[in-house]
């Protein structure tokens, strides 16, 4: 059973566009991180969300937490080629904070 | 501050041989993490390790795989020995502690032929 669901699973869009990716859950996270992978690289993180409701934005990546904290989103404004890569979400689950609970990924692709 | 090292970047091995691959975490990170990445997947925790001691090896195919962090510092991780279906990027990760944000390494590519 996955505990943290991401959609899409595949995103191709051109540059200049917008998009939203999302991470979703039956159960509640105590806290929760996206991470972006490039190819032949490792998870970069890129944010920690812990309030429910929480906002946080990175430049042009706008995070949110969903306000019963079992959900997540990513919105991207103006994607460019550089946005190109894994998007994962991952979270420590309320019951057992000790072990980081991974989605499996949204793989995504901005054309130039 | 310098980020977690990995060695080797690459791998390529035939089935039944064995491959080690080393770790070495940011400094005063006390837990360190070794994952399994299937291409174009999540990554899946093999072992956890906080300090010295292991936390969670619950999908560490034991079999076969084995990790150890002798001095709380670097670690190694081995495979004895590897199967076609143990190609994959293997991940490791360390953190200042539990329920922080991960720092990963490069990673160490595998190739079992």
């Known amino acids: 059973t996955q505990l943290l669901e991401q959609s899409p699973q595949f995103l191709s869009i051109q540059e200049g566009e917008n998009l939203t990716v999302y991470c979703n859950s039956s159960?509640?996270?105590?806290?929760l991180q996206w991470y972006r992978q490039e190819p032949g690289e490792g998870p970069v993180l890129l944010v920690t969300v812990v309030t429910g409701g929480e906002v946080k934005k990175l430049k042009r990546l706008t995070f949110q937490f969903g306000d019963a904290r079992k959900d997540s989103s990513l919105h991207i404004t103006a994607a460019q080629p550089g946005d190109t890569g894994l998007y994962l979400c991952a979270g420590f689950n309320a019951g057992n904070n000790r072990k980081l609970i991974w989605g499996l990924g949204t793989s995504l692709a901005v054309n130039p | 501050e310098a980020g977690v090292a990995q060695s080797p970047r690459y791998k390529i091995i035939e089935k039944r041989q064995s491959v080690a691959f080393w770790c070495n975490p940011i400094s005063g990170h006390a837990t360190l993490y070794w994952y399994q990445q299937i291409l174009g997947q999540g990554p899946k925790l093999l072992i956890q390790?906080?300090?010295?001691?292991?936390?969670?090896d619950s999908q560490l195919p034991k079999d076969r795989f084995s990790a150890e962090r002798l001095k709380g510092v670097d670690s190694t991780l081995k495979i004895q020995p590897a199967k076609l279906e143990d190609s994959a990027v293997y991940l490791c990760?360390?953190?200042?502690?539990?329920?922080?944000?991960?720092?990963f390494g490069s990673g160490t590519r595998l190739t079992v032929v």
């Open positions: 990760a360390s953190s200042v502690g539990l329920n922080y944000g991960y720092t």
């Open positions: 390790f906080q300090n010295n001691g292991v936390v969670d």
């Open positions: 159960s509640v996270f105590s806290s």
